[in-house]
Nanobody
């Protein structure tokens, strides 16, 4: 059974940090490019950070560049998103998604598997 399980979300104050994790099982994680998406209430889902299957190439939404870092550990079948200097506008449900390809993507239709999401709330 394919599973993507996110964790690490929570309630933090502006300026604080969180690290999200996405544990994969049921498929060959190292053969999949991965992306973190987020969706806030009333807004469309957007790709936040993407990484290729080998971990050597990454890309970011302009709004999070310099604050968020995506990484992966293929030996542990785990994807990460380090989020620093969090802002209220980062509040959303965060999802990880897996694409059976080496290259990354920000298009939702390109992805084969999705997690259930973890809530991130940034508020004072």
């Amino acid at each position: 059974e394919v599973q993507l399980v996110e964790s690490g979300g929570g309630l933090v104050q502006p300026g604080e940090s969180l690290k999200l994790s996405c544990r994969a099982s049921g498929f060959t994680f190292s053969g999949y490019a991965m992306t973190w998406f987020r969706q806030a209430p009333g807004k469309e889902r957007e790709g936040v950070a993407a990484i290729n299957s080998g971990g050597g190439f990454t890309a970011y939404l302009e709004a999070v560049k310099g604050r968020f870092t995506i990484s992966r550990d293929n030996a542990k079948n785990t994807l990460y998103l380090q989020m620093n200097s969090l802002k209220p506008e980062d509040t959303a449900m965060y999802y990880c998604a897996a694409r059976r390809a080496t290259g990354y993507s920000f298009k939702s239709a390109d992805f084969d598997y999705w997690g259930q999401g973890t809530q991130v709330t940034v508020s004072s």
